[in-house]
C-alpha cells in the first residue's frame, strides 16, 4: 500500500485512525516533520488508509457566496483574540447552547499544540489566540464521529486541511455531518512542531517548564504578531522585526511542511460552511465607514460564507448579538489575502535551512541562514518608523 507522498501529505492522522490492524504509525524525516509508515507484517492492503486520506481522496471544496467584515462585540474577547475575536465567540455561542466544539490547545509541558475537544470555560481560554505550529489532530476525527452518530451537532474550527480530514473520516465510517459545522481558517503555512520545542529550549537556556507561551500576545496587542514565553517568572517577547528566530523563519515562509508550499486546500474554494482570517484587503474595494472605520485598525477579521449552513450560523450570531457584522465586496478577500489564490512561496533562505537543519539544528541553522536579514530588519524598521513620524507631523 502506498500512502500520500510528502508533497501532499499533512499529517492528519486519518491514515492511522482507519487502519483496524495497528499497521500505520508515525515517523520523522531530517526536517522532523511526522509522516506515516505501514508496517507490511501487519498490513492486510484492505485499503482504508488510502480511502481515509483527504489528500489521495479529496474531499468536494466550496464556491465562497458573500464576504464579511466580523468583530466580537465583547471588547474583552477582542482584546484576547486574534483578529476580530470570531472564533472565540463561536465558541462562547456553543458553551452557552450545550454544544460541543473542537479546537487546538498548547501543551506547556509537552510543547505541543493538539486538538481536543472543548465543553467549558476552561477549554475556551485554551483555543484562544493562533497557534502558528504544527497541530496533532490526535484521534479527534474518531471523537468528532461518534459524536455525530449520536445525533448532537458539533463545530469544529480548524485549518482546511484539519476540515477535509474531519470530514473526510466521517465519510468513511458513514457517519451523517448534517449536524456538523465547520470553519476553516486562512492559512500560510505550518512549521515542524520540533522547531518550536528546539526554540523555546534555547529561550529558557535548555529546559525550563514554561508557564505561558503565546504566538500572538494580547499584552502587546494582538495585531503586532508578538511571540511571548512566560517562565521562571521571566517574559520573553519578540516582535515580527525583533529578529527572532521562529518569527523569520515562520513570517518569510522558510521554515513551513513542504505540502504547505503546494497546498492544495490554499485557493478560493473552501474545505469549511465558513472561512475566518485576518482582513488584510479591508476597505480596498470599497469605503469603510461608522463603526466598522473605528474599528479596523483594532481588529477586524474576514468571514467567507461558504454554504447556507454556513450563512445562517453567521446571521445567528449576528441576530445574538455575538458578533458585529458588515458586508463586504467580495474582492477585497479574494484579491488581496494570498492564501485564498495561492500557497506560500518558499523564501530564498528554503533551501539552505534544509540543508543546514539536520545538522546544526532550529535555531543554529537559523542564525547561519538569517544572518543578513537580522542585519537589515533593525535598519528597516526604524526607518518605516522615521517615515511614519513624519507623515504623522503633516
Same mark, same amino acid.
Not at 457584522?325 to 489564490?341: G, T, V, Y
Not at 523564501?347 to 542585519?375: I, M, Q, T
Given at each position: ?125 485554551? &483555543?484562544?489566540? @493562533? $497557534?502558528?505550529? +504544527? *497541530?496533532?489532530?490526535? #484521534? ?9 452518530? !449520536? ?68 499584552? &502587546?496587542?494582538? @495585531? $503586532?504578531?508578538? +511571540? *511571548?514565553?512566560?517562565? #521562571? ?9 525583533? !529578529? ?68 445562517? &450560523? ?81
Amino acid at each position: 500500500m502506498e500512502l500520500a507522498s510528502k508533497d501532499v501529505c499533512t499529517g492528519c492522522g486519518n491514515c492511522r485512525l482507519a487502519c483496524k490492524k495497528k499497521a500505520v504509525t508515525f515517523t520523522r524525516d531530517a526536517l522532523n516533520n511526522i509522516y506515516p509508515v505501514i508496517d507490511s507484517s501487519k498490513c492486510v492492503e484492505c485499503g482504508l488508509c488510502q480511502k481515509a486520506c483527504p489528500a489521495i481522496n479529496q474531499i468536494e471544496k466550496i464556491t465562497p457566496k458573500r464576504c464579511y467584515s466580523c468583530y466580537a462585540t465583547n471588547k474583552a474577547i477582542r482584546k484576547s483574540s486574534a483578529s476580530g475575536g470570531v472564533a472565540q465567540a463561536v465558541y462562547r455561542w456553543c458553551l452557552k447552547n450545550d454544544i460541543p466544539f473542537a479546537g487546538v490547545y498548547f501543551d506547556n509541558k509537552e510543547l505541543t499544540a493538539k486538538y481536543k475537544l472543548g465543553f467549558s470555560e476552561e477549554d475556551i481560554h485554551q &483555543f484562544v489566540n @493562533s $497557534k502558528y505550529t +504544527f *497541530s496533532f489532530m490526535g #484521534n479527534i476525527s474518531e471523537d468528532i464521529a461518534d459524536i455525530l452518530k !449520536n445525533g448532537k451537532p458539533l463545530v469544529f474550527i480548524g485549518l482546511p486541511c484539519q476540515v477535509a480530514a474531519v470530514k473526510k473520516y466521517a465519510e468513511i465510517k458513514r457517519v451523517n455531518t448534517e449536524n456538523l459545522f465547520t470553519i476553516d481558517i486562512i492559512c500560510h503555512g505550518v512549521p515542524s512542531d520540533s522547531y518550536i520545542k528546539e526554540h523555546v529550549k534555547t529561550i529558557c537556556n535548555g529546559g525550563a517548564e514554561i508557564d505561558r507561551l503565546s504566538f500572538r500576545d494580547e499584552r &502587546f496587542m494582538t @495585531s $503586532k504578531f508578538v +511571540f *511571548s514565553v512566560d517562565y #521562571n517568572g521571566k517574559n520573553y517577547h519578540k516582535y515580527v522585526e525583533s !529578529n527572532d528566530n521562529f518569527q523569520i523563519g515562520y513570517h518569510n515562509a522558510t521554515i513551513y511542511r513542504p505540502n504547505c508550499y503546494s497546498c492544495m486546500y490554499a485557493g478560493p474554494n473552501r474545505c469549511g460552511d465558513l472561512t475566518i482570517g485576518d482582513f488584510t484587503g479591508l476597505g480596498r474595494a470599497a469605503s469603510v465607514d461608522g463603526n466598522l472605520a473605528e474599528m479596523k485598525y483594532q481588529g477586524v477579521s474576514c468571514v467567507l460564507c461558504n454554504s447556507e449552513k454556513g450563512q445562517k &450560523f453567521l446571521a445567528q450570531l449576528g441576530n445574538e448579538k455575538y458578533l458585529s457584522i458588515d458586508s463586504r465586496p467580495i474582492e477585497e478577500a479574494l484579491k488581496f489575502e494570498n492564501q485564498l489564490a495561492n500557497p506560500s512561496t518558499p523564501s530564498a533562505y528554503r533551501n539552505r535551512f534544509v540543508e543546514l537543519y539536520p545538522e546544526k539544528g532550529f535555531d543554529k541553522a537559523c542564525d547561519s541562514v538569517f544572518r543578513k536579514e537580522k542585519l537589515k530588519r533593525p535598519i528597516i524598521h526604524a526607518a518605516k518608523m522615521c517615515v511614519k513620524k513624519v507623515l504623522g507631523r503633516r
